[in-house]
């Protein structure tokens, strides 16, 4: 026996490592993937937009229709995710917390809208509050519009990021259980105290995680909104929606130009999501 | 505070976990609920905390009925096995939590609860704690905090659900007799929840056996120890060794044995079971009186400060029995030896389900 066999570290997990090549070959794979799917379709998304100059692409981001498409979906943003903030937190806690008839069906329901197409999602809102819709005589006579107009991309969106907020908040809240909110009842606190100093400190990472996701469907979505907005330049186009106009219209540099916007977007909640998790993850393995 | 548990039953789906339930228990005790898992004394103590509600009975504290009442307006202290501390407050700010969520009208001003916090700390010997968050404590340190963060509220009553639980035994060992001494020193009505029938003895002024959803007794660690109710209060507390026989008009006849049992003088020729605790046999090489039938020595092991010794009767019956180490010394046994091993405190019941 040689000496280098006692001297050597123990390599961790001996029983699953691979084989050098193998190791390789599945990273360069990887790589590939990344690249051609991910790295160069969104440098090619800036290299677009700025093909004709810094000015250009400023131009074509103040342009009128440009500027309504942004405040547009951050107003819908704004209004759509606070509703399921609410929304989320109510159905994780009920889910999590109490035992009540229905709860599976409950657990479906918030599920559905991550299997329902969303084009599907925006025709049923369509169906049920246009003008030919079962609601629609009624709305039209009371004189609120809601399809083809604002209220109807904010329930398109609600309806498309229903789940991700219950979603993150349920696992976390039944992994925690209900034994610090029965000691903080058996202490003599109101349902309310116990849910503002126990609960929400308790899932605050988690919730703020929802919330990135959240925002970030809520600005990109495309399908549901599409069909509900009746695409009224400077009225109901929101920015993806934009994006598609202008690039029918081979206005290129436009087109890319706002969707870079959405690309920065997408970085961003990768960013906050990353920093999100790091918090997670350090506050779990000091609660252990 | 007194508590009374007036026929209490609970059910969860086809699980009877609270068979009709009576209970009283003193101003000012300690009292042990101890049992198997699943023998539905966890639910009773949520009960008590209206946690859980009954499905039909009545519970009253110190006269008052607070059967409908809810854990809020209870006042009851309650500790978790797992501690259930917030985890993200300070040890300081977790004792204070009781007080600091009372309406404005009530609640103490910023300094008196200072100071409540401060002197519950330096009863559970932590108050150099009061900064840390309770990640940074060991187990033993976060169910004194628990403790601590119980009685802020001044309780009527303190419950604790298996309190010792998750600690390892030596912490375990150190805790309870902590707890018993600090209860000396409050004197505030408590109930406990265990399994671990030495932790009950131990701790505890008085001992509730229960056993799938029922009291089998009710007694001081002594009477529950020394004088048990039933056969499965026998084998559940402590070590036992069992016999097979049958009993007649107030006489047990096991194996070569005419044992007397006054209780079952209406029994005629029925089957029966005696219990002796290991430490009731004894062992001599002459044969002494009649209760003694001849044994082998099988084996031979020392545990701490007691010598135990595997035998074997006639009838291939396992027979323990455990000899302080100077009777051991005296008898000098070896494995194989014949003996006779005379059963002493012996008590025969009717075989249950015959």
Not at chain 1, 71 to 100: H, M, Q, R, S, Y
Request: net charge negative.
């Amino acid at each position: 026996m040689s000496n280098a066999n006692v001297t050597a570290p123990i390599p961790r997990n001996i029983a699953t490592r691979e084989a050098t090549w193998v190791r390789w070959l599945l990273i360069a794979i990887t790589l590939v993937f990344l690249t051609a799917f991910l790295f160069v379709p969104l440098l090619s998304v800036f290299v677009e937009a700025l093909r004709n100059g810094v000015d250009a692409y400023w131009e074509a981001l103040k342009e009128p229709d440009a500027l309504s498409a942004i405040k547009l979906t951050v107003l819908v943003a704004v209004i759509a995710v606070p509703l399921n903030l609410v929304f989320g937190l109510a159905a994780a806690w009920a889910i999590a917390k109490f035992e009540f008839r229905g709860k599976s069906l409950l657990i479906t329901l918030i599920d559905l809208p991550f299997s329902v197409s969303p084009v599907i999602a925006g025709l049923v809102y369509v169906l049920l509050f246009g003008l030919q819709g079962w609601m629609g005589p009624w709305l039209a006579e009371h004189d609120i519009q809601l399809i083809f107009a604002v209220p109807g991309l904010v329930l398109a969106t609600l309806f498309v990021t229903f789940p991700f907020i219950a979603r993150e908040l349920i696992p976390l809240m039944q992994e925690q259980g209900k034994e610090e909110e029965e000691a903080a009842v058996s202490l003599g606190a109101s349902g309310w105290q116990t849910f503002w100093h126990v609960t929400l400190p308790n899932v605050k990472w988690g919730l703020l995680y929802g919330v990135i996701l959240c925002n970030a469907r809520a600005m990109g979505e495309f399908g549901a909104v599409s069909v509900v907005s009746g695409h009224i330049r400077g009225f109901t186009n929101t920015m993806p929606l934009h994006v598609e106009v202008l690039y029918n219209e081979y206005n290129f540099v436009a087109a890319f130009a706002v969707a870079s916007l959405l690309a920065l977007l997408a970085l961003v909640t990768l960013i906050a999501k990353t920093w999100v998790e790091w918090h997670t993850q350090r506050e779990r393995s000091a609660a252990h | 505070m007194s508590i009374a548990i007036r026929n209490i039953k609970k059910r969860f789906g086809q699980f009877n976990a609270l068979n009709d339930i009576s209970l009283d228990i003193p101003t000012g005790e300690l009292v042990a609920l101890l049992g198997p898992s699943g023998c539905g004394k966890t639910t009773l103590l949520r009960i008590i905390a209206g946690m859980e509600l009954p499905d039909s009975g009545s519970i009253a504290f110190h006269g008052e009925d607070t059967t409908e009442k809810h854990t809020r307006e209870r006042q009851v202290g309650f500790v978790f096995q797992h501690y259930a501390l917030f985890r993200h407050m300070s040890v300081f700010d977790n004792v204070a939590f009781g007080l600091t969520v009372r309406p404005r009208a009530s609640r103490p001003s910023k300094e008196e609860i200072r100071q409540r916090v401060m002197d519950l700390l330096k009863l559970v010997q932590l108050d150099w704690l009061a900064e840390r968050y309770p990640h940074e404590l060991s187990g033993g340190q976060r169910q004194r905090i628990a403790l601590a963060r119980a009685l802020a509220v001044e309780p009527k009553v303190l419950l604790l659900d298996e309190p010792f639980g998750a600690l390892d035994t030596k912490v375990r060992k150190e805790l309870r007799r902590w707890l018993r001494r600090l209860h000396d020193e409050i004197h505030v009505t408590s109930v406990f929840v265990t399994h671990d029938q030495d932790e009950a003895m131990e701790v505890s002024d008085r001992v509730v056996v229960m056993n799938s959803g029922k009291i089998e007794q009710i007694g001081s660690p002594d009477e529950v120890y020394h004088s048990p109710a039933t056969p499965f209060v026998y084998q559940f507390v402590g070590n036992v060794n069992l016999f097979h026989g049958r009993v007649h008009e107030g006489w047990a006849r096991i194996g070569a044995m005419d044992i007397p049992a006054p209780d079952l003088g209406q029994a005629t020729d029925a089957p029966a079971i005696a219990y002796v605790r290991p430490h009731d046999i004894w062992i001599t090489r002459e044969r002494e009186g009649e209760l003694c039938v001849p044994a082998v020595v099988k084996d031979i092991s020392r545990i701490g400060s007691l010598v135990r010794v595997e035998l074997e009767d006639e009838d291939h019956n396992e027979i323990q029995a455990e000899l302080t180490r100077s009777g051991a010394q005296h008898l000098q046994l070896n494995a194989g030896e014949k003996v006779f091993v005379c059963p002493r405190n012996v008590k025969v019941f009717l075989e249950p389900g015959k």
